[in-house]
């Protein structure tokens, strides 16, 4: 059964920081990952998809890496800003259920 | 574009109660459907997903049903209502492939009380 861990549960940062957020699963066989973004009450916005042939995907400030060997991807966040505060899950789709399994997430505050 | 519509925004209800909750995808055809809940202080949960109209896969037992009568259209309901039932629901669609990326809906706080 694929599980998806992320550490820590919950960061704090100063502003200009930068910072690597991390995301484990237990099953090598996915499809891809993806990395979004929760603000409270909201919806969750996607951030970057990695396919499992990438090693990574750039967008902006935000740099994700995948390593599906290992069973690890990081999300490295580059110049933290106040408005970064949120929370960043990360979810795999199982090559061999085509379902999407979520992280429990990391909870990001920057402060100005 | 495509966009992915949910409704109602918030819901307070009694236990016992009934719930229908909407979520509807304009701008692509085909779409895979999702529901899942999001409790207090915890991850994602899964609830339900459907490929196509009629196809229904429930992956928790429990007190809700979900039903997909037209192809773009997904709802998610209880006969009554259980404390339990409280969280954030995210309605979520993605291209039939499993390559796709998910997009979800805005949500639906729901408190059962």
């Known amino acids: 059964k694929q599980e998806v861990t992320q550490i820590p549960a919950a960061l704090s940062v100063p502003e200009g920081e930068n910072l690597v957020l991390n995301c484990s699963f237990t099953d090598s066989a996915i499809y891809n990952l993806q990395w979004f973004r929760q603000d409270p009450g909201k919806g969750l916005t996607s951030l970057l998809l990695i396919q499992s042939s990438q090693r990574e995907q750039t967008s902006g400030r935000l740099n994700a890496s995948l390593d599906k060997s290992s069973g690890r991807s990081t999300l490295y966040i580059a110049a933290s800003q106040p408005g970064d505060s949120a929370t960043y899950l990360c979810?795999?789709?199982?090559?061999?259920?085509?379902?999407?399994?979520f992280g429990q997430g990391t909870t990001l505050q920057v402060k100005p | 574009s495509q966009t992915i519509h949910q409704w109602p925004a918030t819901l307070v209800q009694p236990v016992g109660s009934p719930l229908s909750l909407e979520c509807t995808v304009e701008?692509?055809?085909?779409?895979?459907l999702y529901w899942y809940r999001q409790a207090a202080g915890r991850g994602l949960q899964l609830l339900f997903y459907?490929?196509?109209?009629?196809?229904i896969s429930s992956e928790v037992p429990q007190n809700l049903s979900a039903s997909r009568p037209q192809d773009r259209q997904f709802i998610l309901s209880s006969k009554k209502l259980l404390l339990s039932d409280s969280g954030f629901y995210l309605c979520?669609?993605?291209?039939?492939?499993?390559?796709?990326?998910?997009?979800f809906g805005s949500g639906t706080q729901l408190s059962v009380l």
């Open positions: 979520a669609w993605s291209v039939r492939t499993h390559r796709g990326k998910l997009f």
């Open positions: 459907s490929v196509g109209i009629g196809q």
């Open positions: 701008g692509t055809s085909n779409p895979n």
């Open positions: 979810a795999v789709i199982s090559s061999n259920t085509g379902k999407l399994i």
